[in-house]
C-alpha cells in the first residue's frame, strides 16, 4: 500500500511539472532592472502582503492607484500547488504585495503501471523405504521449490488542474505628476479628432495630478509648452518641469480643460 501512494504521488508530481511553478513560470516586467537600485523604490522591509484577488484589471487599477508598480507575475496551469511558492518568488524579486487568482479548469485522469516482487513457493512430501546391508530404513519428508517472478497491476489517479496567477507589486515614492498613461485607441482619436494625446488610465491618489482633479479617462495633451502623444513625450515634460507649477492641458468628454498643477520633484 505504501509503495503504491509513493507510486501516485510521483505521478502527481510529474503532471504538475517543477516543484515551484511560481518561479519556473516567472515573466518579469522591469526589463531586467536592479529594482533595488531604483532611486524611486521603497523597497519591502517585512513579508510581503498576501491578497486574493477577483478582477485582475479592477485590482490592478487600485494597486496603481496607491502608488504600486508591476514587478511580474507568474501564469501556469498546474494541479494543486503550494501557494507559499508565490510568497517565496516575492521575496525573490523583492515584491512588498502578491496578488493571487485560480480558476479550475478541469481534471486530468489515468492509471499507472505497479510492478511489484511476485516470489512463490510450492512444496512437495516425499515418503519411501529402503533396504540394504545394514538392514531395511524408511524416510519421508518435504521438498521446497521457489520461483521468482513480478506481477503489474494498475494504480488509477484524478489530478484536479487549475489556471494559476500571481502578480507581484512594489511601492513606490511620491510621483512628479501622479498619472499611469496609456496610447489613444483609434474610437478616441476618432472622439477627440487628433492623434495627439494620452490616456489617463489611473491617478495616483494624493499626487499633485490627484490634488488638481484630473480624473481617470481624461486625455492629457500638453504639460507646460510640451505637446504630450506617447510615453517619452510625457517622461520629457515631466523632466523639463518637475518642482514647477505648470499649466495642463486636457479634454474631458467634448471640452478642452486647464489646469494649474504643483508638480513633485524626481526622487
Known sequence: MIRQFIVVFGVIALLQGCATPFAQF???QTGGADITKL????LPTGEPKVYRGNDQEQDALRMFEDNYNLVGYSSFNAGNV???GAVTQAKKVNASVVILYSKYTGSVSGSVPLTLPDTRTSSTSLSGSAYGS?????????AYTTTYG???TYIPYTVHRSDYLATYWIKMKPPIFGTHIRDLTPEIKQQIGSNKGVLIYAVIKESPAFEADILKG???RKIGDIAVFDGESYQKALTEYQGREVDVLIIRGDKELHKSVKLGMRS
Open 26 to 28: 516567472y515573466y518579469d
Open 134 to 142: 545394514g538392514g531395511y530404513a524408511s524416510y519421508s519428508g518435504t
Open 39 to 42: 532611486p524611486s523604490v521603497v
Open 150 to 152: 513480478t506481477q503489474t
Open 218 to 220: 481624461d486625455v492629457l
Open 82 to 84: 503550494d501557494e507559499n
